[in-house]
């Protein structure tokens, strides 16, 4: 089969690597431009497509007509899409005998949109996976055509699973294509009612509310990481508020009693731990970074800010 890889971001890689070392053809990799500064690492589907030797071509936006018209002359049988940064229309779909099929990093249909992942993660599901859907007009809407499951790990960062789903979803896509050449492929039409959102993280979705319980808040760290990570501002008396970056977190149990938590306020104990109370339980900051230094362990920045508590100070 002819095909068409559209893809920017890491989580299309392992899905292009996998559909170029095997027996269908892959003539172009359709990419978002490249805006970033002079020395900013490229996109990585431009380094990967530049390795594999595959021509690469990152028109302003797949759906211009002339862009539908150069994906209608490659005279492919279907487009590939995955962590691609555009919504593509119904003329562009149309460029191909079977149109396109997605790889996305959720269980459809929860989750449609552009972070499943982060919102896996940060609702604290123990459970997500991958969907490949044949594409469609409506976002991550189309019927499914396969899928897999994972586990959550407790600890694991949004970034971490991603990793994962990436590499497991290469193989999905592979066996999608696999069945679609044959004329056996059983697409299984959304329950469109359970639907869910997963929209774009934003910078300042990263700011903690102390007043979360400290599973919440462990969510935030583990779902924004990494990126846009979470942070707060540190406040000691008499100093301006420093804004820090929570690295890691623990929920705790293994601490002294304490009747009157405030959210927000360590709890010592006189062991270099820094331990805060939330609104329901006590969270151990474990690493974090102030601002222009280098990520430490709790102990080591308490040594430089002793006396302090974190503040709202956004």
Excluded at 92 to 97: G, I, N, Q, W
């Amino acid at each position: 089969m002819r095909l068409v890889m559209l893809g920017t971001g890491p989580f299309a890689v392992p899905t292009l690597r996998a559909l170029a070392a095997g027996a269908h053809e892959v003539p172009l990799v359709v990419s978002r431009p490249f805006k970033g500064r002079k020395k900013s690492p490229r996109p990585p589907m431009h380094s990967a497509a530049d390795e594999l030797g595959i021509e690469l071509w990152t028109p302003e936006s797949v759906n211009l007509p002339e862009s539908v018209e150069r994906l209608k002359s490659l005279a492919a049988d279907l487009l590939v899409v995955c962590d691609y940064g555009e919504i593509l229309k119904p003329a562009a779909l149309e460029s191909t005998r079977l149109g396109g099929v997605n790889l996305h990093g959720s269980l459809l249909p929860k989750y449609r949109g552009a972070a499943p992942v982060q919102w896996a993660v940060l609702n604290g599901d123990h459970e997500t996976g991958n969907t490949v859907i044949q594409m469609t007009a409506g976002l991550d809407a189309g019927p499914c055509l396969a899928q897999q499951r994972v586990a959550v790990d407790s600890d694991e960062t949004a970034g971490e699973l991603e990793d994962r789903l990436a590499a497991l979803g290469a193989d999905a896509v592979v066996n999608v294509v696999d069945k679609l050449t044959a004329g056996v492929a059983e697409p299984v039409e959304q329950e469109h009612t359970a639907a869910s959102k997963a929209p774009r993280l934003a910078k300042q979705d990263g700011l903690i509310d102390w007043s979360l319980s400290a599973a919440a808040i462990k969510n935030r760290v583990r779902a924004f990481a990494p990126w846009p990570r979470t942070y707060s501002f540190w406040q000691v008396e008499g100093r301006e508020p420093v804004r820090v970056v929570i690295d890691k977190v623990d929920v705790i149990d293994d601490f002294p009693a304490i009747k009157d938590v405030s959210p927000g306020v360590p709890e010592g104990s006189g062991d270099g731990r820094l331990v805060v109370g939330t609104g329901d339980g006590l969270l151990e900051i474990v690493d974090l970074q102030p601002a222009g230094k280098r990520v430490m362990a709790a102990e080591e920045f308490l040594r430089g800010y002793a006396g302090g508590r974190f503040v709202d100070a956004s």
